[in-house]
């Protein structure tokens, strides 16, 4: 065995001789939030200024954030909320916040159970209907003289996946509340657009106040990953080159901070990896690559095998197809696995799922009388694609 090479001793020896590049990795993860935020000044302002009421036990307006990918929505809502929170703690206020990623969560009920936990209360994994975990949540509020204010992020995939409906509820829980207590609502999106998807009841029940976020000029994210270098890597194993490259990259597309962040940080875990003593602009490149591939592996490895298959019946198409054509070979696809086919509403939604991550493209399509029609092809490599699904042993013999 002494003469076979072992990859792990080396792995392992520079790992104890602590021969290390970062010095705190976790001020590279989406969920860090510093303590300056920098180029956002009015937009922390504005958004202090409307939360601001509370403190002197008023509701503030509900408030709908926009902004593309990347330009700090999330990290300044959840800075000034803390923030906030830290004022309130030196009040006999009962002040609660929620904050639920709506993509993650999933679905309405999902969102219901982290917002139930914020406000401190247990709702069980399943069990109840969405109108009964609403009225517990509500109910709570009321009997505790709560304050709340629910962010919800991503909120246009919500709305886009389960209607507005648990939007509307939220938005008018208030009529049936005492002065004492009341919910604010935050929404955060990436659609500029996201309120033409509203039915008008909400949009007249929401009465929000609004805020929008630029994206980031190259100089401000070599600016954010200068100061996010000196905190997370060790001195001096960050090449100018590599930080010049991560605002160049994340910059053409739409000033996008996180990914720039993201690309700092997996160029790092590269070059640790190889035991090089700095991060260069190769690694960086390297970085770019890994992270959509990931990106994309991930987001198919995940899906519910109905959307696994409902992807496969999309891949199979020569051209853009409609709805109709797509589930008449799910429908095959499924009875070739011997599985129960879900109803085309069903699928319809899976497909809008599929779109809004990017796996698919559904642009709606004008057919003149004939009306509009969504078309449906792959958005992403039938190579990649093949190799994620083909993992899942229940689809291989769909291959």
Known sequence: MSDIKDPLSSIFDRAMKNQVIFKNKNALRSEYIPNELHFRDDQITRI???LSPILNRDKPSNLLIYGKTGTGKTVVTRYVLNRLIERTKKTAMDVKVGYVNTRVASTEYRVLTELAHSIGIILPFTG????????RITEHIKATQTKAIFA?????FLVKLSGDNLLYELTRANESMPQTSFITLIGISND????????????????EEETVFSPYTVDELKAILLERVNIAFNTDVVTEA???????????EHGDARRAVDLLRVAGELAEREGAGEVRDEHVRQAAQSIERDRIFEGIQSLPIHGKLTLLAVSRGREPENTGHIYARYIALAKQLGLEPLTQRRISGLLSELDLLGLISAPVISQGRMGRSKKISLAI???VLKAALTED???????
């Open 48 to 50: 202090g200024q409307i």
């Open 381 to 383: 490599q039938t190579d």
């Open 242 to 252: 590599a930080i010049n490259l991560c605002a160049g990259m994340a910059g053409s």
């Open 128 to 135: 109840l209907s969405i109108s009964e975990a609403f009225h």
């Open 393 to 399: 042993e229940t689809l291989k013999p769909l291959f």
């Open 152 to 156: 919800l992020d991503e909120i246009d």
């Open 192 to 207: 500029l657009k996201f309120k033409d998807n509203l039915d008008a009841r909400v949009l007249s029940s929401l009465n």
